[in-house]
C-alpha cells in the first residue's frame, strides 16, 4: 500500500519505507488528446502483488457521444462499431476500475495523459478519485536505460526488457508491456531506486492540474478581465482558449472565437491559486 508525499519532498521518508507493494500498471485509449472535451474508450489495467506476480486484469471498452474519428481507429483499432456494441456505460467502468486499483500504486506510460483522463473522467461521473499516487514508467524507462534506446516509446522499452509489443495502443496489451517492464526492473533494482525514477504523484482531482501541451488540451473560460479560470463544460462570453502550452517561462495559447475564426498566440502568465485553480493573465 502507498501513502506517502511527493518524492521530491523531504519528508517522504515513509513513503520510502514501505516494502513490497502493489502495482497496477494501467493504460487507457481515448478519442483525442484533450481530458475535457475527449473521452475514454479503452482502459485496462493488471495488478502486480507483493510478490512480483500477475494476479488480476481488468479491461473495457467505453461508450462515448465522442465520435471515433479515422485517425483513432488507424492508431488504436478501435472502431466506432466496437465502442457502441460492446461499450460499456462509463460510471460502470469507472467505478469497477477504482475498486480493481484500491490503493495500489498506479504506473502509466507518459502518466499525465492517463492520469487527466481517469481524474477528469471519474469526475465527470461523480466518483470519488483513488487514494493512491501514480508514477511514471516513461521516467523510469529514461533512468534505467539511459543512452540505451533510439526513442523511448512503450513498445521500444518493453522490447529493451525482453517483451514485444505486437498489439500497441490497445490498453490491455500496453498494460501487460508494463508490468513486464516493472517486474524486470524490479529484479535488479529496488523499489526505492523505481520510485525515485518515477516521481510519484498525486492522484488529484481535475482542477489542481496544471495542464499543457500536448498532453492536456484545454478549454478555458474567458472573463472580461483577462484572467482564464480552469472549468469544464463552461460557457464562453467571446471564445474559447486552446492549446496553453509552457515556453520560455510564459504561457502562449490560441484563441477561437465563437464565430469559428482564430487568433494569434498570445503570450500570457499562469500560476495555481490557493484553491486549486488555474489562472491565466493575457499581457
Do not use: C, W
Amino acid at each position: 500500500m502507498v501513502d506517502g508525499k511527493n518524492m521530491g519532498d523531504g519528508s517522504n521518508s515513509n513513503f520510502l519505507k514501505v516494502a513490497k507493494m502493489e502495482f497496477v500498471p494501467i493504460d487507457v485509449e481515448t478519442t483525442g488528446f484533450s481530458p475535457a472535451t475527449d473521452d475514454i474508450i479503452e482502459v485496462a489495467a493488471i495488478k502486480i502483488d507483493s510478490q512480483r506476480r500477475l494476479v488480476n486484469s481488468f479491461s473495457a471498452l467505453v461508450k462515448t457521444k465522442v465520435p471515433v474519428s479515422h485517425e483513432i481507429t488507424k492508431l488504436t483499432g478501435i472502431t466506432q462499431k466496437m465502442v457502441d456494441e460492446e461499450g460499456e456505460d462509463p460510471a460502470s467502468v469507472l467505478s469497477r476500475l477504482k475498486r480493481f486499483i484500491g490503493k495500489s500504486l498506479l504506473v502509466a506510460h507518459k502518466a499525465t495523459f492517463d492520469h487527466g483522463f481517469l481524474a477528469l473522467g471519474m469526475a465527470k461521473q461523480n466518483i470519488e478519485l483513488p487514494e493512491t499516487r501514480i508514477i511514471d514508467s516513461l521516467k523510469i524507462s529514461k533512468y534505467f536505460a539511459r543512452n540505451k534506446l533510439v526513442n523511448y516509446k512503450l513498445g521500444t522499452v518493453a522490447e529493451h526488457f525482453g517483451f514485444v509489443l505486437e498489439e500497441g495502443h490497445r490498453a490491455l496489451a500496453d498494460t501487460e508491456a508494463l508490468a513486464h517492464i516493472i517486474i524486470e526492473i524490479l529484479k535488479e533494482h529496488s523499489e526505492e531506486q523505481l520510485l525515485a525514477a518515477g516521481e510519484p504523484a498525486e492522484f488529484k482531482k481535475p482542477s489542481q492540474f496544471r495542464f499543457r501541451h500536448p498532453e492536456h488540451l484545454v478549454n478555458l473560460p474567458l472573463h472580461e478581465t483577462g484572467i482564464l479560470k480552469m472549468a469544464q463544460d463552461s460557457d464562453v462570453r467571446h471564445g474559447k482558449i486552446l492549446f496553453p502550452y509552457k515556453t520560455s517561462g510564459t504561457i502562449k495559447v490560441l484563441f477561437e472565437k465563437n464565430d469559428g475564426t482564430r487568433e494569434a498566440l498570445v503570450d500570457g502568465q499562469m500560476k495555481l491559486t490557493d484553491g486549486g485553480e488555474l489562472d491565466f493573465q493575457v499581457t
